[in-house]
């Protein structure tokens, strides 16, 4: 069978529609349709086998199932003989989660699996109605809006934010994706309100450290700021930012070498400018969406020259005549100092706020090269 593309859930055409008034479900991060002609009521049953390419131990499944540890240990293909199915990495619908129409998925990779673990199931109805949902860019429904009633396979080109924090399902069954084009982690949604990312399963933000490269070894999942993770882990030389903009510092309470890390992967230290493999606190970057400004000074306590900045500055030298910055007022947005031009070099991130001497943001010496605002760019 062929291997699905990754812009889609479900298996390759016929399944992929973009007309919005087509029977269907409509998936978010992107959005896609499948056609209501697929969702006429049948025999649903989907069969679990725990060898590749359909072989071992195997379990068929006709209904939803909190709990599948007692019929198989692992899953590494699977294949759906009508309806469409929700599996969970974890029991009780939590976990992971992974939507398969009818076919055949020879490997975990096929349903875009990140692991070879399936502990409960559920089946979700056929549907024919309209479609219709309203996303917001913060919890309990505030903040910008937008309503959307068809296939968007980017939502930040529509919408101007990547993240979603809450959202009424007004009309028919979707599913949001992490990433742009049909990627990375998925959640199926029934109408309904969310008023906060969690109550669709998403832990956002998350970071999680691994003790060697290439995500292998013991690891943590952090979604808040930790003055000391030492307790998690005793090395840090991979790390995975599913969620969120984070910094991670080389010592406890936010000190020593400080490293900004947007969402993202970094297979080794290197990835993230690291000096050596040792985390031990992080803290997660608010959203912020609002103007940029500082004012940075030559001496301590606001004196000698300065100069007032909103925008990225790749070579302080070379506007502001210096290589010295003694003390910063940060006044809009979250801004992150490198010691080198360019963006090289040690770096120091600061929130709005007044650092009057050098010492304040963390550093042993004034020598500055270059800044740059903390976006969802980044």
């Not at 056929?126 to 309203?134: F, L, T």
């Not at 029934?190 to 956002?204: I, L, Q, V």
């Not at 290589?323 to 929130?351: A, C, K, T």
Request: aromatic share 16%.
């Amino acid at each position: 069978m062929q291997r699905h593309d990754p812009r889609q859930s479900f298996p390759p055409s016929p399944f992929l529609l973009s007309a919005p008034d087509r029977d269907g479900i409509l998936l978010s991060g992107g959005f896609l349709l499948l056609q209501g002609e697929a969702m006429k009521r049948e025999r649903a049953f989907i069969i679990f086998y725990e060898g590749r390419n359909f072989q071992g131990r195997q379990w068929e499944c006709g209904n939803d199932c909190m709990d599948t540890f007692r019929h198989f240990n692992c899953c590494n293909s699977i294949r759906v003989s009508g309806g469409h199915w929700v599996a969970y990495e974890k029991p009780n619908y939590n976990g992971y989660q992974y939507i398969m129409g009818p076919g055949e998925y020879p490997d975990y990779h096929t349903w875009m699996g990140f692991n070879n673990c399936v502990r409960s199931c559920q089946m979700f109805p056929p549907y024919r109605g309209s479609y219709r949902m309203r996303i917001y860019n913060r919890p309990e429904m505030m903040g910008q809006s937008m309503e959307f009633m068809d296939d968007c396979p980017n939502v930040y080109d529509r919408f101007r934010f990547r993240d979603i924090f809450s959202c009424n399902i007004m009309e028919g069954y979707w599913i949001f994706y992490e990433h742009p084009n049909y990627r990375g982690r998925q959640y199926f949604l029934r109408p309904g309100e969310y008023r906060a990312c969690g109550d669709w399963g998403c832990h956002n933000p998350m970071i999680v450290f691994y003790e060697d490269k290439n995500f292998q070894g013991r690891h943590y999942e952090c979604t808040t700021d930790c003055p000391e993770l030492h307790g998690h882990f005793s090395r840090c030389n991979s790390i995975r930012v599913d969620s969120g903009c984070w910094v991670a510092y080389e010592k406890p309470n936010y000190s020593g070498y400080q490293y900004m890390l947007p969402k993202g992967e970094y297979p080794e230290y290197q990835r993230w400018s690291g000096f050596n493999d040792c985390i031990r606190s992080c803290r997660m970057v608010p959203p912020y969406n609002g103007n940029y400004r500082m004012k940075i000074f030559e001496r301590s306590d606001f004196g000698g020259q300065n100069m007032e900045l909103n925008e990225d500055c790749p070579n302080l030298h070379e506007r502001f005549h210096t290589r010295d910055i003694s003390s910063v007022n940060v006044m809009e947005g979250y801004w992150m100092l490198h010691e080198h031009p360019n963006y090289r070099g040690r770096q120091y991130f600061l929130r709005p706020g007044e650092y009057r001497r050098h010492s304040e943001w963390g550093s042993a010496s004034p020598t500055i090269g270059s800044l740059r605002r903390v976006t969802e760019a980044n």
